[in-house]
């Protein structure tokens, strides 16, 4: 059973900087779609990022510039750097994998009902 864990949230003021971090285990495919989702209270679940085993990546129009998505697969992590926070990003964020699916299918509408596996959430907090 595949299975994730975020790390890397907190509380940052405007402007700031934050790391979240997802480690994954038990999945032993080549092929992969990993993303950041992330979820405020009242709203939707929104695809942030992706990447693929391609190597594509893909940004929502929110956070591109200042948001970066990257995987280190020696240590089977994925990472969500969040530069330039705003109010707006505050929210509980999610790492979600699936096999194989093109990076895209992370920001699309309703792109999290493709994905099988799910962390457990880590809570950004951006204050003005």
């Known amino acids: 059973q595949v299975q994730l864990e975020e790390s890397g949230g907190g509380s940052v003021q405007a402007g700031g900087s934050l790391r979240l971090s997802c480690v994954i285990s038990?999945?032993?495919?080549?092929?992969?779609?990993m993303g950041w989702f992330r979820q405020a209270p009242g709203q939707e679940r929104e695809g942030v990022a992706g990447?693929?085993?391609?190597?594509?990546?893909t940004y929502a129009d929110s956070v591109k510039g200042r948001f970066t998505i990257s995987i280190d697969n020696a240590k089977n992590t994925l990472y969500l750097q969040m530069n330039s926070l705003k109010p707006e990003d505050t929210g509980m964020y999610y790492c979600?994998?699936?096999?194989?699916?093109?990076?895209?299918?992370?920001?699309?509408?309703?792109?999290?009902?493709?994905?099988?596996?799910w962390g457990q959430g880590t809570q950004v907090t951006v204050s003005s």
């Open positions: 979600a994998m699936e096999g194989f699916r093109p990076a895209s299918m992370v920001v699309a509408v309703n792109g999290r009902n493709g994905f099988s596996y």
């Open positions: 038990e999945y032993s495919y080549s092929d992969y779609c």
């Open positions: 990447i693929d085993s391609s190597g594509t990546i």
